[in-house]
Each structure stands twice: as structure tokens, then as C-alpha cells.
């Protein structure tokens, strides 16, 4: 069974930055692409960033120019680097993955972590 762990979320004032780490474990051939999406509360889980396995990027308007996504395909690890967050930055990040096995592709997700920006 893969398990998606993400790190790195907490309370920051506005101006700051944040770097989300997620790592995926269990028994894994490879990763297709990876992604961050976001809950904020009251509202649907948006996709904010997405990585393939080559390193091709794409992000949610709201975010370009200020968020960073990258990984490391020996470690199994994506990342988020947050900079200039704003109060509507403020909601849980998931990590989402497809990983495939010897025998199965699958979509995961990752448990959330929170992000807050003060204003």
C-alpha cells in the first residue's frame, strides 16, 4: 500500500513563505505526476500545483509567480515553495500522486496540512 505523508504546513503572516514537503512510501516502481491541491474552508479542493515525472510544471493562475513546485524522483519526494502568501492562501494542501507498482497504477492522497496566513 503507497501512503502520501505531507510536512510542513503552519501559521505565517502575510509576505512570508512556506515550504510543504510530501513523501511517498510503501512498495513503489514509480511516480507519474504529482500535485498539490487545496481545501479552503467553505470551498471545493482546487489544484494549485502539478509536476510530471520529466519535470514539466503547471500551476493554478492564482499562484504563478509565487509558488515553486519541484521533486525528487530518487527520493520519491514533491515540494511546495510557497513566497509572498496571502490570507487567501489560507487552507489544507494535499499531496496526490499516481504511483504505480509491479502489478497496479493508483491515485493517492495524502492526509492534508494546514496552512494559515494572518493579515
Known amino acids: 500500500q503507497v501512503q502520501l505523508a505531507e510536512s510542513g504546513g503552519g501559521l505565517v503572516q502575510a509576505g512570508g513563505s512556506l515550504r510543504l514537503s510530501c513523501e511517498a512510501s510503501?512498495?513503489?516502481?514509480?511516480?507519474?505526476?504529482m500535485h498539490w491541491y487545496r481545501q479552503a474552508p467553505g470551498k471545493q479542493r482546487e489544484l494549485v500545483a502539478s509536476?510530471?515525472?520529466?519535470?514539466?510544471?503547471n500551476y493554478a493562475d492564482s499562484v504563478k509567480g509565487r509558488f515553486t513546485i519541484s521533486r525528487d524522483n530518487a527520493k520519491n519526494t514533491v515540494a511546495l515553495q510557497m513566497n509572498s502568501l496571502r490570507p487567501e492562501d489560507t487552507a489544507v494542501y494535499y499531496c496526490?500522486?499516481?504511483?504505480?507498482?509491479?502489478?497496479?497504477?493508483?491515485?493517492?492522497w495524502g492526509l492534508g496540512t494546514r496552512v494559515t496566513v494572518s493579515s
Open positions: 509536476i510530471t515525472s520529466g519535470g514539466s510544471t
Open positions: 510503501g512498495v513503489i516502481v514509480s511516480i507519474d505526476a
Open positions: 496526490n500522486a499516481d504511483v504505480r507498482d509491479y502489478y497496479f497504477k493508483g491515485n493517492y
